[in-house]
C-alpha cells in the first residue's frame, strides 16, 4: 500500500523541520506549501490524504485557505487538520465553520499528533474505500452483462440484476450459495469447468470461451464468458463476466447461410448462362441456320441455272429464298427480343409489361390482368429493368408451379419507390419451406431477391396452400439514377 501524502501548510520553515522530525519514523510522503496560495496550487498537484494548515499566514490566513480547499471538487473531501497557537473557543468555530476536520495546538506534543494524524488518515483510507464499494456496486447493479463472484469450489458469492435476468431468476438470493455449473447446460459443463480451473489458477490473467446456460423455463442462452481470478474480501475468487450473444450467433448464421446461398446461387447462375447459350446455339441452328442452308441452296442452283435454266424454275426459286429471308429475319428478331424486348428502351414499363403478358398468355393459355399506368417522367433505366426482370422469373414460377387460371399484374409509382405486384390465383405454398429449400421455385425467389437487392430493393412473398400466390417487390428510386429518356 503506497504511504499517506500529507501537505504541510506554514510560513515558518521551522515548523516544517519539526514536524518532519515528529514523522521520520512514520510512513508518510511529505509536501510543503509556505504560502496561502503555493497551499491552494500545490493540493491539486500532490492530491494530499491530509492537510496540516497553520493559521496564522500572512497572505491568506488558514481560515480562508480550508474554505477555498472545500469549494474545489478535487479536493474538497481531503481530511485538514489545523495547527493554532489560538485556544480560544471562537477559534476553533471559525476553523470548523471553514470546513477543518480537527485541531493541533501549538506547540506540538509529538505522541498527540502522531495519533491525530494517524486516526484522521486510517479513517479517510476507510471512507474512500466504502466510496470505492459503493461505485464498484452501482457499476455492477447497472451493469448490461452479467457479473459473478465464484470462489474456488465454483460457488456463486455475487450475481448483479443482469445475469438473474439472463437466467430468468426471480432474484439474487436464487443464485447465491448455488454452484455455477448448475446454470450451466448439461452439454457443456465439462467444458466450463475445465475453463474455470484454468481461470481460477491464473491470477492476472483473462481467459475467453463461449457456452450454453440454461435458463429457469427450460430454454438455453449462448454466452461469451470472461473469467480472472483475484482477491476478495481475503479471499481467492474469480470475477466472470458473461454477455449474451444471441444476436451474434443469429447474426453469424444468417451470415453463413447467405453465403451459402450465394455460392449456390453463382453456380445456379452459372447453370442457366450454359442453358441459355445451349437454347440460343439451337434456336440459331434449328431456324436459322436451315434456313440459311435453304437459301443458299436456292443460290446455288440459281447460279448453276442462269445460262440454260427455265425463267420459271429461276423465279420460283428466288421467290422462296424471299420467302425464308424474310421467316429468318422474323427468326432473328425474335430471339432478339426474348433475349431484350425493344419497347422496354423504347416505350417503357408498362407497354413493356403489356407486350410480356400477352406472349405469356399466348403460351400458357392463363388469363392476364395489367392495372397501373405508365410513370411521369420514365422511371430509371434500371428500375425498369429490375422490375421487369422480377416480373419475367415471377411468371416463369407461375407458369410452372402455380396451376392458375388468371395472372394480376399491378405496378404503382410515387416520389420514393416502384412498387410491381404479381398475382395469381394459383395452388399457392408454404413461403418457410419453400425459403429453405434448393428447388426451381426457391432458385426463382433467391433470383427475384438478387435482382431487388442489387438496387437496395426488396422482394417479399405472400402465400399458402390453396390461397394462390402473391409476389410484391419494392424498388427504390435512388436519388443519381439516370432516368429513361
Known amino acids: 500500500m503506497a504511504p ?3 501537505l504541510i501548510v506554514d510560513d515558518t520553515p521551522a515548523i516544517h523541520v519539526m514536524i518532519a522530525a515528529l514523522l521520520r519514523d512514520d510512513a508518510y510522503q511529505l509536501e510543503h506549501a509556505y504560502s496561502g496560495e503555493e497551499a491552494l496550487t500545490k493540493v491539486l498537484a500532490v492530491s494530499p490524504d491530509l492537510v496540516l494548515l497553520d493559521i496564522m499566514m500572512p497572505d491568506i490566513d488558514g481560515f480562508e485557505v480550508c474554505r477555498r480547499l472545500r469549494s474545489l471538487p478535487e479536493v474538497s473531501e481531503v481530511p485538514i487538520i489545523m495547527l493554532t497557537a489560538l485556544a480560544n473557543r471562537s477559534s476553533r468555530l471559525r476553523g470548523l465553520a471553514a470546513g477543518a476536520d ?13 495519533v491525530r494524524i494517524k486516526t484522521i488518515t486510517r479513517l479517510d483510507r476507510y471512507r474512500r474505500l466504502l466510496a470505492e464499494r459503493a461505485r464498484f456496486d452501482r457499476l455492477v447493479e447497472l451493469a448490461p452483462d452479467g457479473i459473478l463472484i465464484i470462489d474456488g469450489d465454483g460457488v456463486v458469492r455475487l450475481a448483479n440484476p443482469a445475469i438473474i435476468r439472463l437466467l430468468g431468476l426471480e432474484d439474487e438470493d436464487a443464485a447465491v450459495g448455488q454452484r455455477f455449473s448448475e446454470f450451466v447446460a448439461s452439454t457443456e459443463r465439462a467444458s466450463w469447468m475445465s475453463f474455470f480451473s484454468r ?4 491470477t492476472g490473467g483473462r481467459h475467453i470461451s463461449e457456452s450454453t446456460l440454461q435458463r429457469a423455463d427450460g430454454g438455453q442462452t449462448p454466452v461469451e464468458i470472461t473469467a480472472g481470478a483475484f482477491e476478495w474480501n481475503h479471499t481467492d475468487v474469480v470475477q466472470v ?5 444471441t444476436r451474434r450467433k443469429l447474426a453469424a448464421e444468417a451470415l ?3 453465403n451459402r446461398e450465394l455460392r449456390s446461387l453463382t453456380a445456379r447462375l452459372a447453370e442457366v448462362q450454359e442453358a441459355e447459350q445451349q437454347n440460343l446455339a439451337r434456336e440459331l441452328h434449328d431456324r436459322v441456320g436451315q434456313s440459311l442452308t435453304a437459301i443458299s ?25 424471299l420467302q ?10 425474335t430471339v432478339m427480343t426474348e433475349l431484350r424486348p425493344p419497347m422496354l428502351d423504347d416505350y417503357g414499363l408498362l407497354p413493356a409489361l403489356r407486350w410480356q403478358l400477352e406472349q405469356f398468355s399466348v403460351r400458357t393459355g392463363i388469363n392476364v390482368r395489367l392495372e397501373g399506368d405508365e410513370p411521369v417522367p420514365r422511371l430509371p433505366r434500371v428500375v425498369e429493368l429490375t422490375q421487369f426482370r422480377i416480373c419475367q422469373e415471377a411468371l416463369n414460377n407461375v407458369a410452372k408451379h402455380a396451376g392458375a ?8 409509382t410515387d416520389q420514393h419507390e416502384s412498387v410491381l405486384v404479381i398475382e395469381d390465383n394459383g395452388r399457392g405454398f408454404n413461403v418457410e419451406e419453400l425459403s429453405g429449400a434448393t428447388s426451381e421455385g426457391h432458385w426463382g425467389l433467391l433470383t427475384m431477391q438478387e435482382r431487388a437487392w442489387a438496387v437496395r430493393g426488396s422482394v417479399n412473398v405472400f402465400s399458402a396452400p390453396g390461397q394462390g400466390t402473391r409476389v410484391v417487390s419494392e424498388v427504390p428510386l435512388q436519388s443519381g439514377q439516370r432516368p429513361a429518356p
Open 4 to 6: 499517506s501524502t500529507i
Open 102 to 114: 480537527d485541531f493541533v495546538s501549538k506547540p506540538f506534543d509529538q505522541a498527540e499528533l502522531q
Open 199 to 202: 481461470a481460477k489458477q491464473s
Open 241 to 245: 463476466l458473461v454477455r449474451d450473444i
Open 256 to 258: 453463413e447461410r447467405r
Open 297 to 321: 441452296l436456292n443460290l446455288t442452283i440459281i447460279d448453276q441455272s442462269l445460262d440454260s435454266g427455265p425463267p420459271s424454275m429461276i423465279r420460283s426459286r428466288l421467290d422462296d429464298s
Open 324 to 333: 425464308l429471308l424474310e421467316e429468318t429475319a422474323r427468326q432473328v428478331r
Open 405 to 412: 387460371s388468371e395472372v394480376t399484374v399491378m405496378h404503382r
